[in-house]
């Protein structure tokens, strides 16, 4: 029989469902499509990215459970590995932009079958200064509500612990970052309030932020913001609802392979990756491309990839 590894965040989500019933349910819809399964936990941050990077090279696939940071774990450990494996994700996370992404569904074992009844894609994985990341990375503005919402929180409200840790950090003041950046052969120069990088359809719950996003085109998206009144940060927030957000005022937006942000002073600069919170102090920051195999559904394959 085939070897597949599902590393899981027991934590995840506001229901407990890796109880006993689901784990037993997924090794046998495992074992009924051929493959013998071992199932680790994850007990601190960082662990998955541990247990994938030890996995014996004779595994055939790995399968993350949890939300997005589970994942992101996951692609680390793999990254990390000479010889990559095959990964594959299901979210049970508060938000599951990846997951949506893809077409799940909030069932668990119906999700299992979908993904084993899936296609073996090439996708485009970023990086920052050589450590991956799975969908979405960025600083300023906003961008720390992700690591700032409790877990206690999210467990007790969902999606919705997120908007409430939203509206409080409207009042907050806006901080700038004098910083230069190259791309696509060009050079910018500024004072920029946010700035985001993705290779999503989906961020933190909105569709289309960007439009014409595939993950197969060796590019990902950039986003600039020049925006510093706190009035003019809410009404892009509700263009995020209603437009493309790169053609709005206060945005640059770029399609590259490779992105450079010269932070002379070597501020220390507070990012989100993946949901999870990374300083990063160092005058040079780049952002670059790596290509790894992942096992998906069908569902979106012809809206996600060329």
């Given at each position: 029989m085939k070897k597949c590894?599902?590393?899981?965040?027991?934590?995840?989500?506001?229901?407990?469902?890796?109880?006993?019933?689901?784990l037993n349910k997924m090794q046998e819809i495992l074992n009924d499509y051929g493959y013998e399964s071992l199932f680790y936990k994850s007990r601190y941050s960082g662990a998955i990215t541990k247990i994938v990077r030890k996995l014996l090279d004779d595994t055939d696939l790995v399968i993350s459970i949890g939300g997005d940071g589970t994942f992101s774990e996951a692609m680390k450990g793999n990254y990390q590995r000479s010889k990559k494996l095959l990964l594959?994700?299901?979210?049970?996370?508060?938000?599951?932009?990846?997951?949506?992404?893809?077409?799940?569904?909030?069932?668990?074992?119906?999700?299992?079958?979908?993904?084993?009844?899936?296609?073996?894609?090439?996708?485009?994985?970023?990086?920052?200064?050589?450590?991956?990341?799975?969908?979405?990375?960025?600083?300023?503005?906003f961008m720390n509500i992700p690591y700032e919402t409790t877990r206690k929180s999210k467990k007790?409200?969902?999606?919705?612990?997120?908007?409430?840790?939203?509206?409080?950090?409207v009042?907050?003041?806006?901080?700038?970052?004098?910083?230069?950046?190259?791309?696509?052969?060009?050079?910018?120069?500024?004072?920029?309030?946010?700035?985001?990088?993705?290779?999503?359809?989906?961020?933190?719950?909105?569709?289309?932020?960007?439009n014409d996003i595939k993950l197969n085109d060796g590019k990902f998206e950039v986003l600039f913001c020049t925006i510093k009144k706190k009035k003019s940060f809410l009404k892009s927030l509700l263009f995020l609802k209603s437009g493309d957000i790169?053609?709005?005022?206060?945005?640059s937006y770029h399609k590259t392979d490779k992105l450079i942000i010269h932070n002379e002073?070597?501020?220390?600069?507070?990012?989100?990756?993946?949901?999870?919170?990374?300083?990063?102090?160092?005058?040079?920051?780049?952002?670059?491309?790596?290509?790894?195999?992942?096992?998906v559904p069908k569902k979106n394959l012809d809206e996600l990839f060329i």
């Open positions: 590894v599902v590393v899981y965040n027991p934590e995840s989500g506001r229901k407990k469902i890796f109880n006993h019933y689901n594959s994700h299901i979210p049970t996370g508060t938000t599951n932009d990846v997951g949506k992404m893809y077409g799940y569904s909030n069932d668990l074992l119906n999700n299992l079958k979908l993904l084993l009844d899936g296609e073996v894609k090439e996708v485009d994985v970023c990086t920052i200064n050589n450590e991956p990341f799975v969908y979405v990375a960025g600083f300023g503005k007790a409200l969902g999606y919705l612990a997120y908007i409430k840790k939203g509206l409080e950090e009042i907050n003041r806006v901080k700038v970052y004098e910083l230069t950046y190259e791309t696509n052969g060009e050079t910018h120069s500024g004072h920029y309030s946010v700035m985001l990088v993705t290779n999503s359809t989906r961020i933190a719950g909105f569709k289309n932020i960007m790169s053609n709005m005022d206060g945005f002073k070597e501020t220390k600069i507070v990012w989100d990756v993946d949901g999870e919170k990374k300083e990063i102090k160092a005058q040079d920051i780049v952002i670059d491309t790596t290509k790894t195999l992942l096992l």
